[in-house]
């Protein structure tokens, strides 16, 4: 395998996290719990 085959292997495996981070991401029942990360940084302190 000479090195050009290597960064062809290592660009479509890069390319395939990618696409499955940006799936699971926008998938259905991760949504319930990314709005309720969004909400944290206004939460406050109630004294």
Do not use: C, H, K
Request: no cysteine.
């Amino acid at each position: 395998m000479g090195i050009n085959e290597l960064r062809v292997a290592v660009t479509l495996v890069s390319l395939a996290v990618f696409i499955g981070i940006v799936v699971w991401a926008w998938s259905a029942r991760r949504r319930e719990g990314f709005e309720v990360a969004a909400q944290l940084p206004f939460e406050g302190e109630d004294a």
